[in-house]
């Protein structure tokens, strides 16, 4: 059971999924119990920071035994939401749609990806890792009868803002951004910019020595 | 000409690529000067979190006048590096490689992909976007001959661990992680994490009302 008993700052809540992604691997490498020191050091945050970050939620910590992994795997999870099973739609069959619609990794998570669509007739019919592939132009009947949680947006920049009209009529309750475009919704936009990582990538070759 | 006088902060640093992808829109929209009142409203951040960011590299706006938005776009890509004209290697040559190598905009930015590396004998030989496929196990001797900057690791997770080493050797100078692994190298990684944004979506999805 977990009490939110503080307003959670966005840069904590951010590094939640990373906490999440740890504590999955070592689950998965049969570790039980880990100090925040221990978790200080995988993850090269501070001690502090971690227990600070985790104590907003509640605070798991033991003094003296630590962090019980599984409860604090399964905890972190509520917390994201991903036991909400949320239904999934990609917009874009080609490399970045495909790339995401074969990633098994998200239905573990308990994302559902039931449609892509595209607006290619050459792809329209078949299907990506076992996703039908359907016309984008019925998106909007698609969505009034399935009600898909999210979209993911795999398609370029000048697809995307011509499309958010429509996906604002969709109802979506997240857009996961994977164009070049910044998009404004009224429902919450994660956008995923490839190329805003490679150029802090460049910066941060460039400032080695600072 | 751009001095910089203090170290500048990672969160700022990191907020760079952003305002550089917007000055770029401007400028192709053909604004030639903006305030930083209207930078804030477009970019939603506050006008003196710009100002304060903007003066960390030497301060480019005049009082009254604003920014002008040619010369702070080339200012911002020197900062970022965009002039060393870095060459890359995609390891990997499935959807994500593909959709790297495919994607126009980063040669624009001065980033030059020169390979594709892959283990899977039906698509060596080939190419993506005009960029050969070479076979992985050559990727240490192509490195010394051609010294390419950085690698874009676009496998899955296992493999990425495998490859550690081997990059290590290739003397990269920075790595563009797309794989769920955390990567640990002596080059500064830069990682896509994929599956963090889409947490981070469903988390802010679960507490809109908060």
Redesign the interface.
Known sequence: MIFLSK??PEVA??R???Y???LGDLLQNGVTRISSAALSEKMKVTASQIRQDLNLFGGFGQRGYGYDVAELHKSIGE????N?H?TIVIIGG???G???A??A??KK?G?DIIAVFDCNREIIGKDINGVSIYDIADLESFCEKNHP??AAVAVPKSAALSLVGVMDRCGF????NFS?A?IECS??V???????????????????D?
């Open positions: 307003k959670v809540a951010r939640l999924p990373r999440y992604r740890y917390i994201l939401g991903l909400n949320y080609g490399n970045v495909k790339a995401i074969n990633y990794g998200f998570r994302f949680a999210i309750k997240g857009i996961w070049h910044e429902a919450p994660e956008s995923v910019h490839m190329s805003d990582s490679l150029m802090t990538l460049s910066y941060r070759i460039d400032n080695m600072d």
